[in-house]
């Protein structure tokens, strides 16, 4: 893995007569977040109807499907593993028939002690479909004597130590929660119907209710459980201390759409403004400001605003290379990251170029990117990073590689500078990724950037 590995994407839609055709729209939308399965569950008299597979939402989901899948409700998830493998029993939403009625599950995130209560849980006797770290609510429900799904909730929920953002459907409500840290988004919002009325939806983030015409309502609250139900919204918490928020900032570095508002804020805005800083922080002489699409683009656009050196499309990305694109023979893997960006010599040659990316990995594309630029004609090449250097893995529903393998947790820049060829090397500080998204350490979890981690890890 040479970059970030996505998240997972999650929506819902009450009150709606086109809640799974709204609810695959939604996943469309957010199908960044999640690539390897995607599924939606309806809620038609009562009774949930399923329909889930491996691959990206166009695949996953034909029209007879989308027809098949009806009622006035729905929820959907796109999945990328970051508990469990990549199999088809552990394509979401999840689904049981519990004391209380069928409970459908869409979870973002991850439970850092899912180990330790799969554990409990199998000596109690459950059975695992999946290997999943969201199956251990649905056992853990199903546990509970209560037949009202809400206090069963406000119960298990305290027991998971990670990052949740869930969306659940019974068979009368359709229910959001989020975990007290606030990890991962999760937004409210109305869709208009044309008859005076409106549904409600809920998404990981809101360029999913762009799509379909909804409004954005509001954040659900770090901590807080929102159910709907044909009475309209109630709200509850969940129990226990009050914990600091530690809000992914690395949903405004890379993950999130840049044209949604995540916690807030912008995603646009915010990586404008780290390249804005970054240019502030480590100036250099250049005569253009190239980003790597299409993740730099915005702080590209930034760093150029506050330095004065003129934004060029310098490396052109062939949107149209698939996840599975065939590679037959070592003499098509040797072209490598060409296949799927192209730097126009036109534009580089004979320049001093600053090349902005959002986050360095392990450094291995970001070496063969310079060494594509200077042999587009470059004469120098500046290599800015808008975030700050990564050195530790995440724990909250981020596919990371581990410590070892972090270039920046093992080598000094100038190490760096080094081995991926470029003539200067710099980051964003801390300070400064801090003040793009108008926050803090305190109210940010920033732990692969300073190893704060802001809850126990589990072996």
């Known amino acids: 893995?040479?970059?970030?590995?996505?998240e997972c994407?999650?929506?819902?839609?009450?009150?709606?007569?086109?809640?799974?055709?709204?609810?695959?729209?939604?996943?469309?939308?957010?199908?960044?977040?999640?690539?390897?399965g995607s599924g939606i569950i309806s809620l038609h008299d009562g009774q949930h109807i399923v329909h889930k597979g491996e691959g990206l939402v166009g695949d996953v989901f034909r029209e007879s499907d989308l027809i098949r899948l009806v009622g006035n409700a729905a929820i959907g998830h796109n999945r990328y593993s970051t508990t469990g493998s990549s199999q088809l029993h552990n394509v979401q939403p999840l689904s049981a028939h519990l004391l209380n009625g069928p409970v459908a599950l869409a979870h973002n995130g991850n439970i850092v002690n899912s180990d330790q209560l799969r554990t409990e849980l199998k000596k109690d006797g459950a059975i695992f479909q999946g290997t999943n770290d969201t199956e251990c609510l649905l056992h853990m429900l199903a546990r509970l004597r209560s037949s009202d799904i809400m206090v069963c909730l406000k119960e298990a929920l305290p027991r998971l130590v990670g990052a949740y953002s869930f969306v659940l459907m019974t068979h009368d409500r359709l229910i959001a929660?989020?975990?007290?840290?606030?990890f991962r988004p999760l937004v409210l919002g109305r869709r208009p119907l044309g008859d005076g009325t409106?549904?409600?939806?809920?998404?990981?983030?809101?360029?999913?209710?762009?799509?379909?015409?909804?409004?954005?309502?509001r954040e659900i609250e770090p901590g807080e459980?929102?159910?709907?139900?044909?009475?309209?919204?109630?709200?509850?918490?969940?129990?226990?201390?009050?914990?600091?928020?530690?809000?992914?900032v690395f949903e405004h570095v890379y993950f999130a759409r840049p044209d949604s508002q995540v916690f807030g804020l912008s995603v646009?805005?915010?990586?404008?403004?780290?390249?804005?800083?970054?240019?502030?922080?480590s100036p250099t002489d250049a005569d253009?400001?190239?980003?790597?699409?299409?993740s730099g683009v915005p702080a590209a656009l930034g760093f150029s605003r506050a330095s004065g050196i003129p934004f060029e499309l310098g490396i052109i990305r062939n949107h149209y290379i698939g996840r599975t694109f065939i590679q037959p023979s070592q003499s098509i893997r040797s072209f490598g990251v060409k296949i799927k960006l192209n730097p126009q010599s036109e534009v580089l040659k004979g320049k001093r170029v600053i090349v902005v990316d959002d986050s360095l990995v392990r450094g291995t594309t970001s070496q063969k990117i310079i060494r594509l630029v200077r042999q587009a004609g470059a004469k120098e090449v500046h290599f800015r990073i808008a975030s700050p250097p990564t050195t530790g893995?995440?724990?909250?529903?981020?596919?990371?590689?581990g410590k070892s393998q972090l270039i920046a947790s093992q080598h000094t820049i100038e190490e760096i500078r080094e081995f991926i060829d470029a003539d200067s090397l710099a980051y964003l500080s801390v300070e400064g990724m801090m003040r793009a998204v108008r926050g803090s350490a305190k109210e940010f979890c920033a732990a692969c950037f300073d190893g704060n981690y802001p809850t126990p890890l589990a072996e």
């Open 1 to 6: 893995m040479h970059s970030w590995r996505e």
């Open 198 to 217: 409106s549904s409600w939806v809920v998404a990981s983030e809101t360029c999913a209710f762009d799509l379909i015409g909804a409004k954005f309502v």
């Open 288 to 294: 253009i400001v190239v980003p790597v699409p299409d």
């Open 9 to 36: 994407a999650v929506f819902g839609a009450w009150g709606d007569p086109e809640a799974a055709r709204m609810t695959y729209l939604g996943l469309y939308a957010m199908q960044h977040r999640g690539q390897e």
């Open 177 to 182: 929660a989020r975990d007290p840290y606030g």
């Open 225 to 248: 459980i929102v159910w709907i139900d044909h009475e309209g919204e109630h709200r509850d918490r969940v129990p226990g201390e009050g914990k600091r928020l530690a809000k992914c």
């Open 393 to 401: 893995p995440c724990y909250y529903g981020v596919d990371t590689p």
């Open 268 to 281: 646009y805005e915010s990586r404008k403004r780290m390249g804005e800083n970054l240019a502030q922080e």
